[in-house]
């Protein structure tokens, strides 16, 4: 499995500086979004409380001292970490995170925003996720929500693949995608923001659900959900199609 980024597509519809424009966007609309995300909440909470019932947690203490546990996740596309980060960090103290991100605004502020207390217990790595090297076998979870999908669509089978290699054998991904099929959309003002032109994609449910398992993993859950989003002054309806698949034991 490939470890290195995916070549430059010769799609016309997607421009060559994809992912620096995506950086700029986030960085110059990182409150706007922040703001907008929180509405998430609900359902990115009911997921990775999913991916937490699957795990063999220590219990819970308030010493991490006491167990010789640890457990490792990765958060591909982490924001301003206070959202996934915070919440999987309260499940058990053996959690430690590693969380990426593209924009250096939202690294800057996830810095920001995790308490001292939790230092030890967190780290933040800026770029392209399609960059990023990283030991294979190392984590018990990768958690992508609301991220992949900034990715061309040859780019979200790549990324998948590496995921998988970064994970122990066992491990979990927890991901959303766009419900539809569509080789790229974009809005030249996301949120309404002058300076928010996003770019998204996706292969559908089937052609998803072709991509994980073509990546090495089992499907344990996938599930169509419809959220409402406020956006700017109107409300709109969105499908994300949400995926947690395990990748298997050799011998299994």
């Known amino acids: 499995m490939s470890s290195s980024a995916a070549p430059p597509s010769n799609d016309p519809t997607i421009p060559s500086d994809l992912k620096s424009r995506i950086a700029s966007s986030y960085d110059a609309i990182a409150t706007t979004y922040n703001a907008f995300t929180i509405q998430h ?85 800026h770029g392209d996720m399609t960059t990023l090297s990283l030991t294979p076998s190392t984590y018990t979870a990768v958690i992508a929500l609301y991220s992949i999908m900034h990715l061309p669509r040859a780019e979200q089978s790549i990324q998948l693949q590496k995921a998988t290699t970064w994970l122990t054998p066992g491990g979990y991904l927890l991901a959303n995608f766009g419900a539809g099929e569509m080789e790229g ?53 969105v499908e994300f199609f949400w995926v947690l698949a395990r990748k298997p034991i050799s011998g299994e």
């Not at 909440?41 to 308030?62: A, G, M, Q, V, W």
């Not at 309404?192 to 398992?213: A, I, L, Q, R, Y």
């Not at 599930?223 to 109107?234: G, Q, R, S």
């Open 185 to 237: 959309g974009v809005n030249e003002r996301w949120l309404g923001e002058e300076n928010g032109w996003m770019f998204w994609s996706g292969w559908g449910v089937e052609g998803t659900k072709k991509m994980v398992e073509d990546a090495g993993l089992e499907i344990l859950v996938d599930e169509v959900k419809l959220e409402k989003e406020d956006e700017v002054d109107k409300e709109r309806s």
């Open 41 to 125: 909440n609900p359902i990115r909470t009911h997921y990775l409380s999913l991916l937490l019932s699957h795990l063999n947690l220590p219990e819970r203490t308030t010493d991490a001292t006491t167990s010789n546990v640890r457990i490792d996740m990765l958060e591909l596309g982490c924001g301003a970490g206070n959202l996934s980060i915070p919440y999987l960090l309260s499940a058990s103290p053996s959690i430690h995170i590693l969380g990426n991100d593209i924009s250096s605004a939202q690294i800057s502020l996830a810095r920001t925003n995790i308490p001292q207390h939790e230092n030890s217990r967190v780290s933040f790595i």
